[in-house]
């Protein structure tokens, strides 16, 4: 069974760019998080989705972040403009309906910019 | 707020030696507490939990025991292989907010040498 998956596994940009990060859950998953991690420092959950839903987006920048699940499936997370703060691993998990506590993590999105 | 508190790393051990790593929390409420694992180039892994005082999590040596009158859940394996060096990641369920969600500690890398 496919874990999940993301892309770009790095990214580099200068700072004002935009960047999006892209993930695809495991097959039959319908709860979806996003988080970011700084360095030396543990996950921080930004948005998670129920289905297409974003049912907790408290912790989202949303002046500059955004994010989507169109189709209840894969998901985007958008940065516009990108600051030198956001130079972080941007984590994306997965879970079965009411399972939050078991969740299943990507490999992440290191991103830097410069 | 909750919050997951963890010994700082690295911690570097001989194989075959016995690990323990520290983990307390702060959390209004009864979370339950999990130990993650990201291994090298890889997504976090549950690696155990525990959902009420007492309980003692276990998975392939690891066990962590939740102690609750010292706010604890400290994560500990007998005799550590190489295949054990890994950063490892303490943390609790949270609902305040009205939603489910994990809150990690910073994490700790742990190298095992032969």
């Known amino acids: 069974e496919a874990g999940v998956v993301q892309s770009p596994r790095y990214k580099i940009i200068e700072k004002k760019q935009p960047v999006a990060f892209w993930c695809n859950p495991i097959?039959?998953?319908?709860?979806l998080y996003w988080y970011r991690q700084n360095l030396g420092q543990g996950p921080e959950l930004l948005i998670r989705?129920?289905?297409?839903?974003?049912?907790?987006d408290s912790q989202l920048p949303k002046d500059r972040f955004s994010a989507e699940r169109l189709k209840g499936v894969d998901s985007t997370l958008k940065i516009q403009p990108a600051e030198l703060g956001d130079s972080a691993v941007y984590l994306c998990?997965?879970?079965?309906?009411?399972?939050?506590?078991?969740?299943?993590f990507g490999p992440g999105t290191r991103l830097t910019v410069l | 707020g909750n919050s997951v508190t963890q010994m700082e790393g690295p911690v570097t051990l001989s194989e075959e030696a016995f690990l323990t790593i520290n983990c307390t929390y702060t959390?209004?409420?009864?979370?339950?507490l999990f130990w993650y694992v990201q291994y090298p180039g890889e997504g976090l892994q549950l690696l155990l939990k525990?959902?009420?005082?007492?309980d003692k999590g276990s998975n392939k040596g690891f066990e962590a025991t939740y102690r609750k009158e010292t706010t604890s859940f400290h994560l500990e394996k007998g005799s550590v292989q190489v295949s054990d060096s890994a950063v490892y990641f303490c943390?609790?369920?949270?609902?305040?907010?009205?939603?489910?969600?994990?809150?990690f500690g910073a994490g700790t890398r742990l190298a095992v040498h032969p």
């Open positions: 525990a959902t009420k005082a007492d």
């Open positions: 998990a997965s879970s079965l309906e009411g399972q939050f506590n078991e969740q299943f």
């Open positions: 989705y129920e289905n297409e839903e974003a049912v907790d």
């Open positions: 959390a209004t409420g009864y979370p339950s």
């Open positions: 097959s039959g998953h319908n709860t």
């Open positions: 943390a609790l369920s949270d609902r305040s907010g009205g939603y489910n969600k994990l809150i």
